[in-house]
T-cell receptor
Framework: EDKVVQSPLSLVVHEGDTVTLNCSYE??????LLWYKQEKKAPTFLFML????IEKKSGRLSSILDKKELFSILNITATQTGDSAVYLC????????FGQGTRLTINP | NAGVTQTPKFQVLKTGQSMTLQCAQD?????MSWYRQDPGMGLRLIHY???????DQGEVPNGYNVSRSTTEDFPLRLLSAAPSQTSVYFC????????????FGNGTRLTVT
């Protein structure tokens, strides 16, 4: 069965810090890897990664995929309190499977 | 732009009762899916559909039924609710799974007592 593992499960940092969130996965049925941010309600899409070594960037957030080592990272630089959320990593196509999520808390 | 609409937002059931969680999307997406999210856990796939008339099981299908009679709607049925089904349920859709991201509804919070 497909498995996605995220680490850490929980992270507390101060505003302005840089954080790295990790996502490792099994190789079966790889089509794409997705990152989502979830605050109060529905997850909102951040990045979709399909090719190894190509960084996706949006403002202070960036993500990269390593298909050889089977992992992805999500970086957030100069964190703000509004970055506090659960970050979810998912892999697959028709059966898109998610990890447990990383709960990120940014303290002012 | 409605996107993915889920109803109801909240529901309380007694053990053994049945109910249907509704999900509708107006983006003409062929693919739709249902997830449940429990505290401290990520999203777990219940059922999914790649088009009208086609459904398949996800990671945790037991206790849930689905059908897909139209492209727009993908209801999730609980035939006999159990406390273990207390969760937040999310419906999602996309035009092409694996090539385009999922769009999520705002969720239904279900409590089974």
């Amino acid at each position: 069965e497909d498995k996605v593992v995220q680490s850490p499960l929980s992270l507390v940092v101060h505003e302005g810090d840089t954080v790295t969130l990790n996502c490792s996965y099994e190789v079966t049925n790889f089509r794409s890897l997705l990152w989502y941010k979830q605050e109060k309600k529905a997850p909102t899409f951040l990045f979709m990664l399909t090719s190894s070594g190509i960084e996706k960037k949006s403002g202070r957030l960036s993500s990269i995929l390593d298909k050889k080592e089977l992992f992805s990272i999500l970086n957030i630089t100069a964190t703000q309190t509004g970055d506090s959320a659960v970050y979810l990593c998912g892999k697959g196509a028709q059966k898109l499977v998610f990890g447990q999520g990383t709960r990120l808390t940014i303290n002012p | 732009n409605a996107g993915v609409t889920q109803t109801p937002k909240f529901q309380v059931l007694k053990t053994g009762q049945s109910m249907t969680l509704q999900c509708a999307q107006d983006m003409n997406h062929e693919y739709m899916s249902w997830y449940r999210q429990d505290p401290g856990m990520g999203l777990r796939l219940i059922h999914y559909s790649v088009g009208a008339g086609i459904t398949d099981q996800g990671e945790v299908p037991n206790g849930y039924n689905v059908s897909r009679s139209t492209t727009e709607d993908f209801p999730l049925r609980l035939l006999s609710a159990a406390p273990s089904q207390t969760s937040v349920y999310f419906c999602a859709s996309t035009s092409s799974p694996g090539d385009s991201p999922l769009h999520f509804g705002n969720g239904t919070r279900l409590t089974v007592t």
